[in-house]
């Protein structure tokens, strides 16, 4: 075990670099102006990280409707690495009701800096910029927290019962804010609830936070909770309020009924019957212990890692130097340099080092029919091949014996890779998690039933990388990456979890191999983490797994 592990660290830049600690950024912006003089922004805060002299997604806040200072309730969870310069830019925009995508969305200001100087001044406060540079009067604040070593989560659900009705011609729309009080007495926002349209009694979903951020890890700091009536123009009306800790909210797992009266100080000063305005109940409350990447890959968890070559014509003529798919006698073209990259990273955590290759769009032997997942060495029954060499020779030997066609197909192959991560998912154990490594040169085919593969799969232990080589356009391809908004499948069923990321090869193509990987693997961790956590799967224990586990060198 420890030899797939050091060799897994020695090679893995994105686990082995030494991450300072992790940092906690709320944001907050002030006066946002609309474009629209009649009503107010929806805003939305994008926070990007460069990476090569590229911005990428990292996330994204909610939207908040009808907003002109908007606290948001997502925070940002970001490495801080104290020897790297980590430039950030958050992006505020405005998203129109009905759509969370930022296409359609206006861009109202931006604001860039280094992640230092948010941690050196642990509040920072700047003008957001419009086209152009130029400062308008809206401004960001972004304050920054580091994480205490307590990961473990707790998910609480609360409800309400009689609450004041302060609508006139329909019931109260409730929803719960969650404040922790800080030692300098100032309030930081925990969590917000959705909000229940005309209820005076309602039942709210449950969530989970990190008891880092609903009480720095302090059982006894004092909770603030308020309960609103939603307004559609932004000014919402108080109901009431009060306060707790976390050591009062865990009784409620040795069986205990908690609940709190809601509490309106000014009807309390001006009313002598005043009993309350409500009673706020909680429901359910459970502690999680959150397990890292490594606790998983140290307790056995395999990465089983399969790669899916596009052999579609337009990749052109392999025997033509043209070709993306021409072999040159000393330069590997665009697939093999990214099949290594992300190949020779993946395959420290595979004990047996067999991959599975696979091609689609091409008419192959014998009777030269399209196939959109055909083994790459042929063999139908046993598409593995011997290490990541093992899948390059497979490749060059493949080539002649194909005849390059289409269309560009990809759910067939993501329904392949699936069906074996479901079959794991029905053992409950964190034994094999699936990585499918997509290389194209082109925007696909099959959207609709791709967008269903793919929502499908995010129920399951895998995650889909796709690497776009070429020159195409990709930008319909951004689409699958849940980064820009939720992606939904033709039916409309949203993702359960992001799993796909996607990168064209050629914004990589003066760097590093190992830059390559770096970006597409990186949520990998992440990804690995969330989906086991998310089911309540412990790592096996070193001793069971060492019991039942051979390795090969």
Request: charged share 25%; hydrophobic share 35%.
């Amino acid at each position: 075990m420890s030899n797939i592990y050091e060799s897994a660290e020695a090679t893995l830049g994105f686990i082995s670099s030494p991450c300072l600690t992790k940092v906690e950024l709320r944001v907050a912006c002030r006066g946002i102006s609309d474009r629209d003089a009649l009503s107010k922004p929806d805003p939305c805060v994008v926070l990007k990280m460069q990476s090569h002299g590229q911005w990428f997604e990292v996330d994204r806040t909610e939207v908040i409707r009808s907003s002109s200072s908007p606290v948001f309730s997502k925070i940002f969870l970001v490495d801080y690495y104290f020897e790297e310069v980590q430039r950030l830019r958050f992006e505020l925009h405005d998203i129109s009701s009905g759509n969370n995508g930022l296409r359609d969305a206006d861009f109202l200001g931006a604001m860039e800096c280094t992640l230092g100087q948010i941690v050196s001044q642990r509040k920072l406060i700047k003008a957001l910029l419009k086209q152009g540079n130029t400062a308008g009067k809206s401004s960001i604040t972004v304050t920054a927290e580091e994480l205490s070593g307590n990961d473990d989560y707790v998910e609480l659900s609360f409800s309400a019962r009689k609450l004041d009705d302060k609508d006139f011609f329909s019931k109260s729309d409730p929803f719960l804010e969650i404040f922790r009080i800080n030692d300098d007495g100032t309030e930081s926002l925990v969590h917000r609830t959705e909000t229940i349209m005309n209820n005076l009694s309602p039942v709210w979903k449950s969530f989970k936070v990190s008891l880092n951020t609903l009480c720095s890890g302090d059982h006894d700091r004092e909770l603030k909770c308020t309960v609103w009536d939603w307004d559609s123009n932004g000014k919402h009306d108080f109901i009431g309020e009060f306060q707790t800790t976390f050591k009062e909210v865990r009784a409620e797992q040795e069986g205990k009924q908690i609940q709190w009266e809601c509490i309106n100080p000014k009807y309390q000063m001006k009313k002598k019957n005043y009993r309350n305005s409500g009673v706020v109940i909680l429901n359910h409350c459970k502690i999680i212990k959150m397990y890292s990447f490594l606790d998983y890959i140290m307790g056995g968890c395999q990465i089983q890692f399969t790669v899916a070559i596009d052999f579609t014509a337009s990749n052109g003529d392999p025997r033509n130097s043209c070709s993306l798919h021409y072999i040159h006698p000393y330069q590997p073209n665009e697939y093999l340099k990214a099949l290594v990259a992300v190949g020779e990273i993946c395959q420290d955590y595979d004990s047996d080092k067999m991959f599975p290759a696979f091609g689609f769009g091409a008419l192959i032997p014998p009777d030269f029919k399209v196939s959109h997942d055909f083994a790459v060495n042929f063999d139908e029954d046993n598409p593995e091949c011997a290490g990541i060499q093992g899948v390059v020779e497979a490749y060059q030997n493949c080539l002649p014996k194909i005849q390059l066609y289409g269309p560009t197909n990809i759910a067939p192959i993501i329904q392949k890779v699936a069906s074996s991560a479901s079959e794991e998912m029905h053992t409950k154990e964190a034994m094999e998690y699936f990585i499918l490594l997509i290389l194209t040169d082109g925007v696909i085919t099959d959207m609709a039933d791709t967008r269903e593969a793919i929502v499908h799969a995010s129920h399951l232990p895998m995650s889909v990388i796709i690497v776009g080589v070429g020159n195409a356009d990709f930008t319909d391809m951004q689409i699958l990456d849940g980064d820009d908004g939720i992606l939904r499948s033709p039916k409309g069923e949203p993702v359960l979890r992001d799993i796909v990321q996607f990168v064209p090869f050629k914004d990589f193509k003066h760097a590093s191999p190992a830059a390559l990987a770096k970006s597409v693997l990186a949520e990998v961790p992440n990804q690995v983490v969330d989906y086991y956590n998310a089911k309540g799967i412990k790592p096996k224990c070193m001793s069971d797994y060492e019991s039942t586990r051979t390795f090969s060198p």
